[in-house]
């Protein structure tokens, strides 16, 4: 192709992202700065959206949220590693099909109704509490199911969970079999050889997984609202409250602040690794 020619289609998705992702990210940067008069807001250059933010209860917000994303995508880490290590080391290719299509399914479901079904299923006269009682585990409904922190973490894992394990599978699948078989060769035990040469070696799916899972913990906004009740704020509902009452530089303050992080982190992974080293192999592995 000439360059001529690849100049035309790299235009086409740049032009994309600027339109669509580029500017609506500046001027929410710009709105920021301005200041809101009564329920109108005009252009101005202060940063009293940014102290009323890192201040008083928005900031502890922040905090919560940085903490229960950490804690979410530690355990989602925890739980989509082993399935996507079986399915890139164990499971056949049938298998592997089997099991990836059946994680986006879904996803083919509205994300409100199926946050919703997860508030039924946690609650007093749902499906679990009836089994506990049924099975005598309990003798009256189990309260800290719904409207908790233990229900905030289940819908959270349940939405961004399936998001980190395709990146682990693919880091996992790329691994050249040449160098497990090598390890074991050289008399290793399968714990030293996972812990020598797998586990380093899938470290930029891990970080990919965690980025995928962080960035959409920290902004989620429906689950708080649906699996933790009206008063349990985290970052995303923050910010849908403060454009409920028409704060819009507050609003685009804090989104700016979150992107900021986001993108650091995205940044972080982007100079830290190559990108043949994430998909490894998958660049040539075909279904």
């Known amino acids: 192709m000439r ?7 790299l235009a086409l998705p740049v032009a994309f992202v600027t339109a669509f992702l580029l500017v609506p990210l500046g001027l929410t940067v710009v709105i920021s700065f301005w200041e809101r008069v009564g329920v109108r807001i005009r252009p101005a250059f202060t940063l009293r959206s940014y102290a009323a933010f890192l201040s008083g209860v928005r900031l502890e917000i922040l905090e919560r949220s940085l903490i229960v994303a950490a804690e979410v995508t530690l355990i989602g880490l925890v739980i989509a590693y082993p399935i996507a290590h079986f399915l890139a080391m164990r499971a056949g290719r049938a298998a592997t099909r089997t099991v990836l ?13 199926r946050t919703f079904s997860w508030s039924f299923l946690l609650s007093r006269t749902g499906p679990i509490n009836r089994f506990l009682a049924a099975a005598g585990i309990s003798d009256r409904p189990v309260d800290w199911l719904l409207y908790s922190d233990f229900g905030v973490f289940v819908g959270l894992l ?16 790329g691994i050249d079999r040449r160098l497990v078989h090598a390890s074991w060769l050289l008399g290793a035990p ?9 586990l380093p070696l899938s470290i930029p ?16 906004s429906a689950v708080p609202v649906i699996l933790g009740g009206p008063g349990y704020e985290l970052m995303g509902n923050t910010i ?3 454009l409920d009452v028409l704060n819009y530089p507050l609003a685009a303050a804090m989104s700016s602040i979150v992107v900021g992080a986001m993108t650091g982190l995205l940044l972080l992974w982007y100079l830290a690794f190559d990108l043949r080293s994430f998909l490894g192999k998958m660049l040539r592995w075909r279904f």
């Open 3 to 9: 360059p001529s020619g690849r100049g035309v289609l």
């Open 101 to 113: 299509l059946l994680f986006t399914v879904p996803f083919l479901i509205n994300y409100i109704i």
């Open 158 to 173: 349940a939405s961004y969970m399936p998001f980190m394990v395709f990146p682990l599978w693919l880091s996992l699948a």
């Open 190 to 198: 399968p714990t030293r050889t996972f812990l020598r040469v797998t």
């Open 205 to 220: 799916g891990i970080f990919a997984a965690a980025t995928f899972g962080f960035v959409g913990t920290f902004g989620e």
């Open 240 to 242: 849908t409250s403060a």
